[in-house]
Every structure is written in structure tokens, then in C-alpha cells.
């Protein structure tokens, strides 16, 4: 079955670059969207974006001006990037694989995030 | 704030039947997914769609939707259960996807 595993640094500087890559195992990337989750401490789930195979992105209105979501097929992975950040975007970031369902009329009714990573804490802090 | 309204916290006794709730907009035209969490570890879905459990997802575990408002029920829950539950499903606008604020449950 499908695997997705996180991994990148722990700790990052304010005002740098978070850079996070999930690595797909027991399945090809080449299908359905993929996704990046973050929970900070003691909060809840907050979607940053998704990514489809072919390079088709959506972002949190409330993230977009700095993040970037890619996809890269060769190696079965798919990667976030998030800049200029701050003790805000302290978190446990997951990666997940999302599938998206569709009514008879071939309208968007639904969607799954599953599998998921099991997540890695990133801190943010001079 | 999000989309998506969940109740803070929820308690039910244990066999007892519980309904946790997730009211937006958007749930007027779309499904909610549902997930679990427990302290630690990563979420797992439980629900999503009309009615469909992934495999392994005990039987006791149902949704379903009326109006603007997606509900997971635990008939009979037991002690294993007490986590947070998450609802899921595309905003307003339909672009993006939000999750709910969560709610707490405790399995008394």
C-alpha cells in the first residue's frame, strides 16, 4: 500500500525558507493530488495546498503569497516550500495523498485525504 | 477562523451513542471527509464521502449530511475512541479545501 514520508530540517531561521519533501513509497505519484497539512502546537489542521502529477497546484488563500508546491516524478516525491517564515509557521507539517470524487454529472462532490505521513515537526526560531 | 464549525469539545458515556457536527456553506454542495487524531500521532480517516469507511474503520462509525451540517456518528463508543475528530471539505468558493476546528472527544 501506499507510504508517504516526510523529511527536511527541524529548525528554521525567521525570514528563511522552509523546504520539506514527501517521498512516495508502494505507489506511483503519477496519479490523483497530493497534499501538505500543518497542525501547530495544540491547534488544528490547517491545508496549505495540493499539487496534481502533472504540476497543477491550489494554495490556503491565506498562504499563497509563500508557498510553492512541486512534483517530482522521477523520484516519486513532491516537495513544499514556504518562505519568509516566523514563529507562526512553527508546526507539525504532514504530507497526504488526496483523491477526489465526482458526482454523476461530473461535478466535484467530494475528496480523501489518505494516506498520511506521519509528520515532521518543524520549529522555527533564531 | 475557519469554514468549517465543529463543536470545541464533546463527551459521551461509554456504549452510548455520540454525534459530532461540522456545519459550513459549502456542505450544502459538497460531502465532508472525516479523520481521527489521538495525541501524537498523525490523523486517519474514518469517513468520507456519503457514508463510505475506509478499510479497518470499525462499523460503528457512520456519516451522513442534512442542509449545511455533515455529522460523524460512533454507535456505542468505546474508551478507544476518545481523540479529535476533524471534518474536511472544500470551501465556499469551491477552489480550496478547509478543515474544521476540531472537536474533542471524551469517552467518559
Known amino acids: 500500500q501506499v507510504q508517504l514520508q516526510e523529511s527536511g530540517p527541524g529548525m528554521v531561521k525567521p525570514s528563511e525558507t522552509l523546504s520539506l519533501t514527501c517521498s512516495v513509497s508502494g505507489g506511483s505519484i503519477n496519479s490523483d493530488y497530493w497534499g501538505w497539512i500543518r497542525q501547530a502546537p495544540g491547534q488544528g489542521l490547517e491545508w496549505i495546498g495540493y499539487?496534481?502529477?502533472?504540476?497543477?497546484?491550489s494554495y490556503n488563500p491565506s498562504l499563497k503569497s509563500r508557498v510553492t508546491i512541486s512534483v517530482d516524478t522521477s523520484k516519486n516525491q513532491f516537495s513544499l516550500k514556504m518562505s519568509s517564515v516566523t514563529a507562526a509557521d512553527t508546526a507539525v507539517y504532514y504530507c497526504?495523498?488526496?483523491?477526489?470524487?465526482?458526482?454523476?454529472?461530473?461535478?466535484?462532490?467530494?475528496?480523501?485525504?489518505?494516506?498520511w505521513g506521519q509528520g515532521t515537526l518543524v520549529t522555527v526560531s533564531s | 477562523s475557519s469554514e468549517l464549525t465543529q463543536d470545541p469539545a464533546v463527551s459521551v458515556a461509554l456504549g452510548q451513542t455520540v454525534r459530532i457536527t461540522c456545519q459550513g456553506d459549502?456542505?450544502?454542495?459538497?460531502?465532508a471527509s472525516w479523520y481521527q487524531q489521538k495525541p501524537g500521532q498523525a490523523p486517519v480517516l474514518v469517513i468520507y464521502?456519503?457514508?463510505n469507511r475506509p478499510s479497518g474503520i470499525p462499523d460503528r462509525f457512520s456519516g451522513s449530511r442534512s442542509g449545511n451540517t455533515a455529522s460523524l456518528t460512533i454507535t456505542g463508543a468505546q474508551a478507544e475512541d476518545e481523540a479529535d475528530y476533524y471534518c474536511?471539505?472544500?470551501?465556499?468558493?469551491?477552489?480550496?479545501?478547509?478543515f474544521g476546528g476540531g472537536t474533542r472527544l471524551t469517552v467518559l
Open positions: 474536511n471539505s472544500r470551501d465556499s468558493s469551491g477552489y480550496h479545501l478547509v
Open positions: 464521502g456519503k457514508n
Open positions: 499539487i496534481y502529477y502533472s504540476g497543477t497546484t
Open positions: 497526504a495523498r488526496e483523491v477526489d470524487y465526482y458526482d454523476t454529472r461530473g461535478y466535484y462532490s467530494y475528496n480523501r485525504f489518505d494516506p
Open positions: 459549502s456542505l450544502r454542495n459538497y460531502y
